[in-house]
């Protein structure tokens, strides 16, 4: 059973950073596309970063991008996201997700895109 765990949410003043992992369990993500959402109160969830595990490749949201970094370690099969200068539009549950295959072309910032879901985490970014 493939699951996905988030940690290292929490509260931060702005200007602030975070880190949040994403372990990954039951199966192991080598040729995959690994993904990090968020989803804010009244709206939809938004695909914040997303990365192909074979070659690399990022994707970011235009409203992240120079802020935000997402990486992954291979061996312990963990993704993680480096979250710094937050403002407070980025208060969310932050969740990642996962497939185990993905393909050229295939959007990394599409919720539709991704099979396995973690819980989320809150983060909260105050002024």
């Known amino acids: 059973q493939v699951q996905l765990v988030e940690s290292g949410g929490g509260s931060v003043q702005a200007g602030g950073s975070l880190r949040l992992s994403c372990e990954a369990s039951g199966y192991t993500f080598t040729t995959a596309c690994r993904g990090w959402f968020r989803q804010a109160p009244g709206k939809e969830r938004e695909g914040v970063a997303g990365?192909?595990?074979?070659?690399?490749?990022?994707a970011y949201h235009d409203s992240v991008k120079g802020r935000f970094t997402v990486s992954r370690d291979n061996a312990e099969n963990t993704l993680y996201l480096q979250m710094s200068s937050l403002k407070p539009e980025d208060t969310a549950v932050y969740y990642c997700?996962?497939?185990?295959?993905?393909?050229?072309?295939?959007?990394?910032?599409?919720?539709?895109?991704?099979?396995?879901w973690g819980q989320g985490a809150q983060v909260t970014v105050s002024s």
């Open positions: 997700a996962a497939v185990e295959r993905c393909f050229i072309g295939t959007i990394l910032l599409n919720t539709n895109t991704y099979n396995y």
């Open positions: 990365i192909r595990i074979t070659t690399g490749k990022t």
